[in-house]
């Protein structure tokens, strides 16, 4: 193993047992029949990875630059994001204006928060609601007992209620 640490970066070389052919230096899959196998193709019959990595120590936090970022939001719920309003093709304005913040807002601490509109609290962030008592089993009887379904979800046409009743939620438990 070696190991080098400077002011600017942490570095590191360590031999580990082969995660595909578990150190024999042979794997056996689905076409190595009858007592065959190949040789690994990974460690190449040697049983071990040499895995290396270089680190750059942390500092502060950089700075974009050029104007790369104006809006940020904590995570996209699986929509497209953008730092404009959108007006899609079937008319429907999305208002991203109206959520997350801008840069330099988060730069100066605000929390960013989710696209609303775009999607439910669990489908933004499963682990949203975690200290909400009794949230998950609300949406789960919404989803008709299937938690991640949330596209069949009776209040997906209400995301809204959904938000409230999550900001009600942890309101709560942060009196507590």
């Known amino acids: 193993m070696k190991i080098n640490l400077d002011e600017n970066e942490f570095s590191y070389e360590i031999e ?4 595909n052919c578990n150190g ?10 009858k007592e065959s196998a190949v040789v690994c193709w990974s460690c190449k019959g040697t049983g071990k990875i040499t895995y290396k990595n270089t680190l750059e120590l942390f500092k502060q936090r950089k700075v974009f630059i050029n104007d790369e970022v104006k809006r940020v939001f904590d995570g996209t ?8 309003d ?6 429907v304005l999305i208002e991203f204006s109206k959520y997350g913040c801008t840069y330099e807002e988060w730069l100066g601490g605000k929390e960013a928060g989710y696209v609303e509109s ?4 669990m489908q933004a962030n499963q682990g949203i609601a975690k200290d909400v008592e009794g949230f998950e089993d609300v949406c789960e009887t919404l989803n008709n007992g299937y938690i991640n379904m949330f596209a069949k979800c009776k209040g997906q046409c209400n995301k809204k209620a959904c938000w ?6 942890l309101s709560n438990a942060n009196k507590t």
Do not use: I
């Open 77 to 84: 719920g699986g929509y497209v994001l953008n730092a404009e």
């Open 118 to 121: 775009l999607c439910c609290p």
């Open 164 to 169: 409230d009743r999550l900001r009600k939620g």
């Open 16 to 19: 580990v047992v082969c995660t």
């Open 24 to 33: 024999t230096g042979l794997y056996q899959g689905m076409l190595e029949r």
């Open 86 to 91: 959108y007006t899609t093709s079937e008319g």
